[in-house]
């Protein structure tokens, strides 16, 4: 496929997705994103966790403050990306979800002068996206923040998508700047994906 066909491919996809997400009601969006982070929060890769990556949810995205609110209650340590430049982005630490303000975008985001962290330290990096596969490719806005963070990371740190069913697809276009997460979860559990030797049953990571 040719580079502007998987352009044009990447915007119907991501038009149709995101009038889906954005139908969803509150209360479901509430349920499932609840739903999304307990599964996560059960899993090794958190529990085995000191540093966690996180995002804040923007527009129906799946909410990730519950895993804040845990993770906080119980030690770990988090940081949350902000902006920089077009494509790069830093993560700083937040110990207190009000202390972030607005982006021009309106996405929360953790203030300059906060604990800047190396992305090669985290643990667990949380991701959102639009869309996954199940090789665990992801499609995002656009801008690359996220596969030129995910391209940088280290092996030590997990890389885990959240997202609901209908944005778990079985393909979606990509080409070679494109990058993958290790681990991807929805409201129904874990998806299993075929790029990780982790072993996968009834949902639930083992």
Request: charged share 25%; glycine share 6%; proline share 4%.
């Amino acid at each position: 496929m040719k580079k502007n066909d998987i352009s044009l491919e990447k915007k119907l996809l991501r038009k149709q997705l995101l009038e889906k997400r954005n139908s969803l009601s509150p209360a479901l969006a509430r349920k499932w994103s609840a739903w999304v982070q307990m599964h996560f929060l059960g899993a090794h890769c958190y529990l085995n966790a000191t540093t966690i990556g996180l995002y804040a949810s923007f527009d129906q995205e799946v909410d990730t403050r519950l895993v804040f609110q845990r993770a906080r209650s119980e030690g770990k340590i988090l940081y949350f990306p902000r902006i920089i430049a077009p494509g790069e982005m830093v993560f700083l630490r937040v110990d207190c979800w009000e202390d972030m303000v607005p982006n021009k975008y309106g996405i929360l985001e953790p203030k300059a002068s906060a604990k800047e962290i190396d992305p090669s330290q985290l643990d667990v990096l949380i991701v959102p996206g639009v869309a996954f596969d199940r090789k665990g490719y992801r499609l995002g806005f656009g801008g690359g923040f996220y596969d030129r963070l995910l391209a940088k990371i280290s092996s030590h740190t997990i890389s885990v998508g959240f997202a609901y069913s209908f944005q778990v697809l079985d393909f979606i276009p990509v080409d070679e700047k494109d990058q993958k997460v290790a681990r991807l979860v929805c409201e129904n559990g874990f998806v299993p994906l075929t790029n990780t030797q982790i072993l996968y049953k009834e949902g639930r990571e083992q």
